[in-house]
Structures are given as structure tokens and as C-alpha cells.
């Protein structure tokens, strides 16, 4: 049996966020991060062109700063982002890894 799909999180601290459409003045209620910002966005794609999977969005510099675009849609999540402090502890057991003795 499929799990349904969790709300929206934010990009920052992944508390969850309203599912309907964010004014570009939204914050998140937990870390006060933009939501209507690319890192929440379905269409962020890091090491495309623009960061973006919509080939008409106009390019924005901060990924993580509330924007004007019109094609923002939450991103489709089945869990929680993974916070940054995983990301760290992968990236220090790739580095142990490589380190020489």
C-alpha cells in the first residue's frame, strides 16, 4: 500500500509548510527561511542551466531568497529533506576515506 505524500517542507530546517500557493513575502514559521524561494521549488535541479527544469524560468541568483517566478510549485516530497548536519557527516566520512595517513 503507497504511503501518502508528505506537505511541503522547507528547504532549511524541514518543518512542514501550507500546501497551497506562497505570496513571495511567506516565511517559514520555524527558522523564518523564504519559502517561495528555488530550493523549495519541484523545478530545482542543482547542475542544470539556472539551477531549474523549467527551460523558460528567468534566472535567479539566490536560490535560497523569495523570487517572482511564476512557475514555482512545491516541490513533490514522499519524506522530509535531509537536514545539512547528514549531509556534513557523509561528506567527513568521504573525506576519511580519502585522507592519507
Do not use: Q, Y
Not at 541568483?61 to 557527516?89: I, Q
Request: aromatic share 6%; net charge neutral; hydrophobic share 40%.
Amino acid at each position: 500500500m503507497a504511503t501518502p505524500p508528505v506537505a511541503p517542507c522547507c528547504h532549511r530546517c524541514g518543518a512542514p509548510l501550507a500546501a497551497d500557493r506562497p505570496s513571495r513575502r511567506d516565511a517559514c514559521a520555524a527558522c523564518g527561511s523564504d519559502v517561495r524561494a528555488c530550493r523549495n521549488c519541484g523545478f530545482f535541479a542543482p547542475g542544470l542551466h539556472g539551477d531549474c527544469r523549467e527551460p523558460a524560468a528567468e534566472r535567479v541568483v539566490d536560490k535560497e531568497r523569495a523570487n517572482f517566478c511564476e512557475f514555482f510549485a512545491f516541490a513533490a516530497v514522499d519524506a522530509p529533506p535531509r537536514g545539512r548536519e547528514e549531509n556534513a557527516g557523509a561528506r567527513d566520512a568521504l573525506e576519511a576515506l580519502f585522507r592519507k595517513p
